[in-house]
């Protein structure tokens, strides 16, 4: 039963150090997809803020055709006031064409406008995608390093699979099945050591009888709370 337990915590040593690979390759792409994202988001602000551009645009082109077609009925109105008959009538529209003279410098005025916000829209546009571009060609960069990273990483970790086979082929069948069985629900932790009466794996106290049984090592318990297989610990390994 030693030599059992020596092979099962050799082998969890070994699945712990392919699990800590597992995890540094997958956060070197975790961060390569945060930024991703950011790089996205920045994107679609510029479309979006493009969509809006192309409404302001719109009123402002509505605004100058009505402005154009204003400017010809103005001129018309002039020719009409050189020929009007009565006072009445040259006053009235007199009056039309003051209030078209005075419509038409409000639509002057709504065009500045329009086209200030038009020019802010474009530059704060171009400011998104050149930053995106800029942080697109460094993530570029960055995603190569973390590729080679993660093929090293790959390396090492087929190395240690190799090792791996040889220490789990030493494992008798059915504990090596409880142990695959531990290891998934007690993330990552199959066998842990008792100290003192308390497991490791849950810090809960064992049974005295069962902490003698284990201090014994002629079988391969488990914890009563967390189920994971049990050695014992000395506390001064702690
Ligand atoms: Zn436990």
């Not at 479309?47 to 509505?62: I, T």
């Not at 007199?94 to 329009?114: A, C, D, P, Q």
């Amino acid at each position: 039963m030693k030599k059992e337990l020596g092979n099962l915590l050799e082998l969890q040593d070994i699945d712990l150090r392919i699990r800590k690979l597992d995890e540094e390759i997958a956060q070197g792409y975790g961060d390569l997809d945060g930024r991703q994202a950011v790089i996205d988001a920045r994107r679609a602000e510029a479309v979006d803020l493009g969509e809006r551009l192309e409404v302001v645009e719109k009123e402002k082109s509505d605004v100058e055709t009505e402005l154009e077609d204003e400017i010809v009925r103005l001129k018309d109105r002039q020719t009409k006031l050189m020929n009007v008959q009565t006072n009445r009538e040259y006053q009235s529209l007199l009056k039309e064409i003051e209030g078209t003279k005075s419509e038409n410098k409000r639509r002057e005025e709504e065009i500045v406008r329009y086209t200030e916000i038009g020019e802010a829209m474009v530059a704060k546009i171009q400011e998104l995608n050149n930053t995106s571009d800029a942080e697109e060609a460094l993530l570029a960069k960055e995603k190569n390093k973390v590729a080679a990273l993660a093929k090293e990483l790959e390396q090492k970790k087929a190395e240690i699979d190799k090792a791996r086979s040889e220490k789990a082929g030493k494992v008798v069948g059915t504990i090596y099945k409880r142990y695959e069985q531990l290891r998934e629900r007690r993330n990552g932790m199959a066998i842990v050591g008792v100290t003192n009466g308390v497991c490791q794996g849950c810090f809960m106290n064992i049974p005295a009888q069962q902490f003698n049984d284990v201090l014994r090592g002629d079988q391969l318990l488990s914890c009563p709370t967390c189920q994971r297989m049990m050695y014992h610990k000395p506390a001064d390994e702690e």
